[in-house]
C-alpha cells in the first residue's frame, strides 16, 4: 500500500522557520519526482518545488531563495527546509510523486505574529 505521511507543520512568525518531512513508501519514492505543493484558502494547489531520484530540485519563484527541498533515499523521506517565511506562506502543504495519483494528508503551515 502506497503511503505519503507528511509532519513538521504548525504556527510560526514572520521571519522564521519550519522544516516539513514526508515519509513516503519505497515504491513511489523510487520511481517518482517527489514533489511539495501547497494550497491556501481560495486558490488553487501550486508547485512548490520539487526533486529527481537523483537530486535536482526545482522551485517555485516565489519560494525560491527561501525553502530548500531534499531527500534522504535511506529513509525514504522528503524533506522542506522553509526559512524566512511570509504571511503569503500560509497554506496546506502536501507531498506527493510527480504524475502519481498518490498524495499525501497534508500538514498546515500558518505565518503569522
Known amino acids: 500500500q502506497v503511503q505519503l505521511v507528511e509532519s513538521g507543520g504548525g504556527l510560526v512568525q514572520p521571519g522564521g522557520s519550519l522544516r516539513l518531512s514526508c515519509a513516503a513508501s519505497?515504491?513511489?519514492?523510487?520511481?517518482?519526482?517527489m514533489a511539495w505543493y501547497r494550497q491556501a484558502p481560495g486558490k488553487q494547489r501550486e508547485l512548490v518545488a520539487s526533486i529527481t531520484t537523483g537530486g535536482s530540485t526545482n522551485y517555485a519563484n516565489s519560494v525560491n531563495g527561501r525553502f530548500t527541498i531534499s531527500r534522504d533515499n535511506a529513509k525514504n523521506t522528503v524533506y522542506l527546509q522553509m526559512n524566512s517565511l511570509k504571511p503569503e506562506d500560509t497554506a496546506v502543504y502536501y507531498c506527493t510523486g510527480i504524475g502519481s495519483p498518490y498524495w499525501g494528508q497534508g500538514t498546515q503551515v500558518t505565518v503569522s505574529s
Open positions: 519505497g515504491s513511489i519514492f523510487r520511481m517518482y519526482v
